[in-house]
Nanobody, 123 residues
Framework: QVQLVESGGGLVQAGGSLGLSCAHS????????MAWFRQAPGKEREFVAG????????SYADSVKGRFTISRDNANNTMYLQMNSLKPEDTAVYYC????????????????WGQGTQVTVSS
């Protein structure tokens, strides 16, 4: 049984901060590359940030670089996304994903997905 469960979504004002969590179980996700994706109405699912199995390598979309921080705690089976200086354009459903390989930006290369959590940023 493979599970990825996001939490922490909600409503926040522009310029504010919000932290997301992704708890994983059922597999040895500590050795998986993991990533956050998001999808807004009428738009394609896009890569937000990724992190290697060890946490030593991170990658960010240009649109969030300098504002978002991805991290993971393998001992606690949790991945995080700290979002600061939020903008209305960040409004989307955020998904966590995992893959037994290196960090990639293509959603089709990820094997496991969570249900998603809604993030809404008001102007």
């Amino acid at each position: 049984q493979v599970q990825l469960v996001e939490s922490g979504g909600g409503l926040v004002q522009a310029g504010g901060s919000l932290g997301l969590s992704c708890a994983h179980s059922g597999r040895t996700f500590s050795v998986y590359a993991m990533a956050w994706f998001r999808q807004a109405p009428g738009k394609e699912r896009e890569f937000v940030a990724g992190i290697s199995w060890s946490g030593g390598t991170t990658s960010y979309a240009d649109s969030v670089k300098g504002r978002f921080t991805i991290s993971r705690d393998n001992a606690n089976n949790t991945m995080y996304l700290q979002m600061n200086s939020l903008k209305p354009e960040d409004t989307a459903v955020y998904y966590c994903a995992a893959d037994p390989g290196v960090v990639t930006r293509s959603p089709r290369l990820y094997d496991y997905w969570g249900q998603g959590t809604q993030v809404t940023v008001s102007s």
